[in-house]
């Protein structure tokens, strides 16, 4: 057993500080995902297994050594000869290992119900321990129903349900589990794959790849979806970066310096003949990937709120045990008001991400079509969300949120990426905007929005309000408007249907209303003891 360190030192006396790291309790500690996964359809005494998994202190040591210790790139080997490689730090393996083990990308695909859900509590969880290495598992995950369907189902979908994680650098068939990645924008075209450059020739049975790719991140999986030009258009691909007794014809340009995600690493690429096998029909590029895109953004809707959950444990944890001005932080007003304001943000990313990956298991038409627009409507919100709540976590902190030694600078790092990666907020509004021409989808989000009618009467004010505002179309100028006000109306919702009455009627009081500033704690809360004891984890 450890020694804890020496807290009477010849100088002084360490007081008035929180106490020493300890294993965190994300089942007991947290009343958010104890609710609202469960209520969507998530097992108790898997999400229970699930948080002990994550909740282990290795874990934690194995995240902070793999963001200690960063990726590098080894391109050639001493004699000139090209490797292609990118070295990790035995954490980064660590924790793909148990997260495979543990059903990240599996679980999803299981027979069953709540598949989705289970699978959202792993993206919630491991984004607030390492959210680097949510990319690699998030793209295997995303990749199944696309390979799945394609002639390639034996051997590679199997690899990637196996719930095993195989680092090593081998062809698929030499290999007890796989990841893949997804490697589409260029430099020329960025969100605009169509303008993709990168042409495919025949070579027999499949293809030769010349081009290159702008992101590619988590580069030492073991293939890559990804688009080239055929004489029929844009057209999907799987490239294998290992084949049997040789390498493939994928270059590593270089490593990406990247703001955060410092653990994963993403690479500049180029293909240099390299061999693909099709996916899809040629010329059906940009409907085959789309697949995989839809279920990736799942994940980029889900991380925030993991991101922001953890930000608010450290912010309530610094207030519950430092004292200032004769009490307590978090007994002193202004402090309540803030938190408080703080926790229905955090709540509300939550109760969205498990509503809206309980639609993904959903087996109707009107599940699957609400799934298309209320995916987007989560990742637009939610990320728009978790910039400023870790800003203002990291505030409640004070100058020890700016330490590295905490976790609030990485978190704030890693707050923008969700909101750029598989479309940023333009393209994402525009999205929106086009799914909702369809009147299957239309017609499943007002469904939803008309469903929990009668419950509030704020809540059926504000939503008046916004059908008034927009009978009809919308013009483009006004789509991150009318998308941000969806996505709250969403959020109420969501928490209307799975959160205790004192929790959803502050929040469609506090969000729904414009009487209130535009800061956290700029409103009037009457129910900020409640809201102030769930976020701490107890049951509302």
């Given at each position: 057993?450890?020694?804890?360190?020496?807290?009477a030192l010849g100088t002084h006396d360490v007081q008035n500080q929180p106490?020493?790291?300890?294993?965190?309790?994300?089942?007991?500690?947290?009343?958010?995902?104890?609710?609202?996964?469960?209520?969507?359809?998530?097992?108790?005494?898997?999400?229970?297994?699930?948080?002990?998994?994550?909740?282990?202190?290795?874990?934690?040591?194995?995240?902070?050594?793999?963001?200690?210790?960063?990726?590098?790139?080894?391109?050639?080997?001493?004699?000139?000869?090209?490797?292609?490689?990118?070295?990790?730090?035995?954490?980064?393996?660590?924790?793909?290992?148990?997260?495979?083990?543990?059903?990240?990308?599996?679980?999803?695909?299981?027979?069953?119900?709540?598949?989705?859900?289970?699978?959202?509590?792993?993206?919630?969880?491991?984004?607030?321990?390492?959210?680097?290495?949510?990319?690699?598992?998030?793209?295997?995950?995303?990749?199944?129903?696309?390979?799945?369907?394609?002639?390639?189902?034996?051997?590679?979908?199997?690899?990637?349900?196996?719930?095993?994680?195989?680092?090593?650098?081998?062809?698929?068939?030499?290999?007890?589990?796989?990841?893949?990645?997804?490697?589409?924008?260029?430099?020329?075209?960025?969100?605009?794959?169509?303008?993709?450059?990168?042409?495919?020739?025949?070579?027999?049975?499949?293809?030769?790849?010349?081009?290159?790719?702008?992101?590619?991140?988590?580069?030492?999986?073991?293939?890559f979806l990804t688009t080239a030009q055929t004489d029929r258009g844009l057209?999907?691909?799987?490239?294998?970066?290992?084949?049997?007794?040789?390498?493939?014809?994928?270059?590593?340009?270089?490593?990406?310096?990247?703001?955060?995600?410092?653990?994963?690493?993403?690479?500049?690429?180029?293909?240099?003949?390299?061999?693909?096998?099709?996916?899809?029909?040629?010329?059906?590029?940009?409907?085959?990937?789309?697949?995989?895109?839809?279920?990736?953004?799942?994940?980029?809707?889900?991380?925030?709120?993991?991101?922001?959950?953890?930000?608010?444990?450290?912010?309530?944890?610094?207030?519950?045990?430092?004292?200032?001005?004769?009490?307590?932080?978090?007994?002193?007003?202004?402090?309540?008001?803030?938190?408080?304001?703080?926790?229905?943000?955090?709540?509300?990313?939550?109760?969205?991400?498990?509503?809206?990956?309980?639609?993904?298991?959903?087996?109707?038409?009107?599940?699957?079509?609400?799934?298309?627009?209320?995916?987007?409507?989560?990742?637009?919100?939610?990320?728009?969300?978790?910039?400023?709540?870790?800003?203002?976590?990291?505030?409640?902190?004070?100058?020890?949120?700016?330490?590295?030694?905490?976790?609030?600078?990485?978190?704030?790092?890693?707050?923008?990426?969700?909101?750029?990666w598989e479309g940023s907020g333009n393209v994402i509004c525009l999205d929106?905007?086009?799914?909702?021409?369809?009147?299957?989808?239309?017609?499943?989000?007002?469904?939803?929005?008309?469903?929990?009618?009668?419950?509030?009467?704020?809540?059926?004010?504000?939503?008046?309000?916004?059908?008034?505002?927009?009978?009809?179309?919308?013009?483009?100028?006004?789509?991150?408007?009318?998308?941000?006000?969806?996505?709250?109306?969403?959020?109420?919702?969501?928490?209307?249907?799975?959160?205790?009455?004192?929790?959803?009627?502050?929040?469609?009081?506090?969000?729904?209303?414009?009487?209130?500033?535009?800061?956290?704690?700029?409103?009037?809360?009457?129910?900020?003891?409640?809201?102030?004891?769930?976020?701490?984890?107890?049951?509302?």
């Amino acid at each position: 057993m450890a020694l804890p360190p020496r807290d009477a030192l010849g100088t002084h006396d360490v007081q008035n500080q929180p106490a020493g790291d300890a294993a965190i309790q994300y089942w007991e500690g947290d009343a958010y995902l104890r609710s609202h996964a469960a209520h969507r359809g998530a097992a108790e005494d898997a999400l229970q297994m699930l948080c002990q998994t994550y909740g282990q202190p290795a874990m934690a040591q194995a995240a902070q050594d793999a963001r200690d210790m960063p990726p590098r790139l080894v391109t050639h080997d001493r004699y000139g000869q090209r490797l292609d490689e990118v070295r990790y730090h035995v954490g980064y393996h660590g924790i793909l290992r148990t997260s495979q083990q543990a059903g990240y990308v599996s679980s999803a695909w299981a027979n069953g119900g709540g598949g989705h859900v289970q699978h959202a509590a792993h993206v919630y969880l491991l984004s607030q321990i390492e959210p680097g290495a949510c990319c690699p598992l998030t793209m295997s995950y995303a990749a199944v129903p696309v390979v799945g369907q394609s002639d390639l189902r034996e051997s590679w979908a199997a690899k990637l349900l196996s719930g095993r994680y195989d680092a090593s650098i081998a062809p698929v068939d030499q290999k007890t589990g796989v990841t893949l990645g997804m490697a589409l924008t260029e430099k020329q075209g960025g969100s605009d794959l169509r303008s993709n450059a990168t042409v495919a020739e025949q070579d027999g049975e499949h293809y030769r790849l010349r081009g290159h790719k702008w992101f590619c991140s988590a580069p030492m999986s073991d293939g890559f979806l990804t688009t080239a030009q055929t004489d029929r258009g844009l057209t999907c691909f799987l490239v294998p970066r290992w084949l049997d007794g040789e390498r493939n014809g994928v270059n590593l340009m270089r490593l990406k310096s990247k703001l955060g995600n410092h653990a994963n690493a993403s690479a500049e690429i180029e293909y240099d003949g390299a061999l693909a096998y099709r996916i899809g029909e040629e010329g059906d590029g940009v409907r085959t990937i789309i697949q995989m895109v839809h279920y990736t953004r799942l994940d980029t809707a889900i991380a925030p709120a993991g991101l922001m959950r953890a930000a608010l444990r450290e912010a309530l944890r610094w207030t519950l045990h430092r004292r200032a001005f004769g009490a307590r932080l978090v007994d002193l007003p202004l402090m309540q008001s803030v938190l408080a304001d703080l926790a229905l943000d955090v709540e509300a990313a939550t109760a969205l991400s498990f509503l809206v990956a309980q639609s993904f298991d959903g087996q109707s038409e009107d599940d699957r079509a609400f799934a298309r627009v209320a995916v987007a409507l989560a990742k637009y919100i939610n990320n728009k969300r978790a910039p400023t709540v870790i800003a203002e976590c990291m505030e409640v902190l004070g100058g020890m949120g700016y330490v590295e030694e905490t976790p609030l600078p990485m978190l704030y790092r890693e707050a923008p990426l969700n909101g750029i990666w598989e479309g940023s907020g333009n393209v994402i509004c525009l999205d929106i905007l086009r799914s909702l021409q369809d009147p299957r989808i239309n017609d499943a989000l007002q469904a939803r929005l008309d469903a929990v009618k009668g419950q509030n009467v704020h809540y059926d004010t504000a939503l008046a309000v916004h059908r008034t505002r927009w009978p009809s179309g919308v013009e483009e100028g006004e789509a991150r408007w009318f998308c941000e006000n969806l996505g709250l109306l969403l959020s109420a919702v969501a928490l209307l249907e799975a959160a205790p009455e004192e929790i959803s009627d502050a929040y469609v009081r506090s969000r729904l209303s414009e009487h209130r500033g535009s800061f956290a704690g700029a409103v009037a809360l009457y129910q900020k003891e409640g809201i102030l004891r769930r976020a701490c984890g107890e049951a509302a």
